[in-house]
Nanobody, 116 residues
Framework: QVQLVESGGGLVQAGGSLSLSCAVS????????MGWYRQAPGKQRELVAG???????NYSDSVKGRFTISRDNAKNMVYLQMNSLKPEDTGVYYC??????????WGQGTQVTVSS
């Protein structure tokens, strides 16, 4: 059974940092493109950062230079280091594992709140 479990969200002041983690089980990690998405209240879920199996990364323009995505293939973990946080970074952050266009999985989400 595939499971993605996020941790590390919380409340932080603007300018602060948070680190998110996602543990992946079910034998899919090695073949999955991993991503972090976020959904702010009243907005659509959007891709924040992605990392391919061999480590190539991509970021949304809004977080480039502030967030870093990484993965540990030995531990089946993906991380998101978030620095210089802004109030507009507030939202529920979801871990995503994508094997193909039609086969992907989501975690339950973790709340990140950045106060001004």
């Amino acid at each position: 059974q595939v499971q993605l479990v996020e941790s590390g969200g919380g409340l932080v002041q603007a300018g602060g940092s948070l680190s998110l983690s996602c543990a992946v089980s079910g034998g899919i990690f090695g073949v999955s493109v991993m991503g972090w998405y976020r959904q702010a209240p009243g907005k659509q879920r959007e891709l924040v950062a992605g990392i391919e199996t061999l480590g190539t990364t991509n970021y949304s323009d809004s977080v480039k230079g502030r967030f870093t995505i990484s993965r540990d293939n030995a531990k089946n973990m993906v991380y998101l280091q978030m620095n210089s946080l802004k109030p507009e970074d507030t939202g529920v952050y979801y871990c995503n594992a994508k094997i193909s266009k039609l086969r992907y999985y989501w975690g339950q989400g973790t709340q990140v709140t950045v106060s001004s």
